[in-house]
């Protein structure tokens, strides 16, 4: 059940990003996924916790964040601007 759990609030959340810096038409579902779950561990890295203890409002808003920041280094690589 955790993998179901990680895939769809990995979806959401890298969708949300992608959304959020301008990078949805680049992206398809699947690496709207792995940008979300992605983003899920490095949330989990800088602000603790884990999607696995208990899904909540907090550990959802923090694996968007943690998506936003993963497209901002991305782009940043990439173009040499935040955008």
Do not use: H, K, N, P
């Given at each position: 059940m955790g993998i179901i759990i990680w895939l769809i609030v990995g979806g959401?959340?890298?969708?949300?990003?992608?959304?959020?810096?301008?990078?949805?038409?680049?992206?398809?579902i699947l690496l709207n996924i792995v940008v979300g779950i992605v983003?899920?561990?490095?949330a989990g890295l800088i602000f603790g916790?884990?999607?696995n203890s208990a899904l909540?409002?907090?550990t959802?808003?923090?694996?968007l964040l943690g998506a936003v920041i993963l497209l901002a280094i991305v782009n940043?690589?990439?173009r040499g601007s935040v955008r």
């Open positions: 959401v959340c890298g969708w949300l990003a992608s959304l959020i810096m301008r990078t949805d038409a680049q992206q398809g983003g899920a561990v490095i916790g884990s999607i909540t409002v907090e959802f808003l923090y694996s940043l690589i990439r």
